[in-house]
């Protein structure tokens, strides 16, 4: 794995969550925290526990701290939301334009919730933090549509091909 290979992945990432922050931007604040199903109950309570794994993974990496668990009912409007997850991918960018692919490799030791220690390489944990985005997103997905909204088809194969069609 390579620092190419890290920023691909969060490319594609930032291009899925933008087609959800899209639609959650036209929510009103009932909509956004209105309780449906899935294991947070809510569009919000979900996107801000992928906010705050993703957040929590770049901070065990080396990258900015984050401090506490982020708590949904600090994010009672979709704009606080989007807002945070503009500063969190911008945080994510700036951790991986320092990255080299020999920090990739390096062990990096981390607990999760106060249990044992565990030690991973920093790609494989930044991989993971993108990869757990994706099972979320899933979720979300169903919230959205169970509302009545739709992000649009955010598989990796339309984000390949929509960069393809961008570079020609």
């Known amino acids: 794995m390579t620092v190419k290979d890290l920023e691909l992945l969060y490319d594609y990432s930032d291009w899925a ?3 959800f922050l899209k639609v959650i931007a036209r929510f009103t604040d009932a909509q956004f925290t209105q309780v449906v199903v899935g294991s947070y109950g809510s569009v919000r309570n979900t996107l801000v526990h992928m906010l705050s794994a993703e957040w929590g993974w770049l901070d065990r990496c080396g990258g900015t701290a984050r401090g506490p668990k982020l708590n949904s009912a600090d994010y009672p409007t979709a704009e606080s939301v989007i807002t945070a997850w ?3 991918e911008s945080y994510v960018r700036e951790f991986l334009s320092k990255l080299t692919d020999e920090d990739v490799t390096r062990n990096v030791e981390f607990s999760i919730e106060a249990g044992s220690k ?3 390489p920093i790609g494989e944990l930044m991989h993971h933090a993108a990869n757990h985005a994706v099972h979320h997103r899933g979720q979300v997905a169903l919230l959205l549509r169970m509302l009545g909204y739709s992000p649009g088809n955010v598989d990796i194969l339309f984000y390949y091909g929509e960069a393809h069609r961008n570079m020609r």
Do not use: I, L
């Open 17 to 19: 969550n933008g087609m």
């Open 118 to 120: 565990h030690s991973m």
């Open 86 to 88: 503009s500063r969190v």
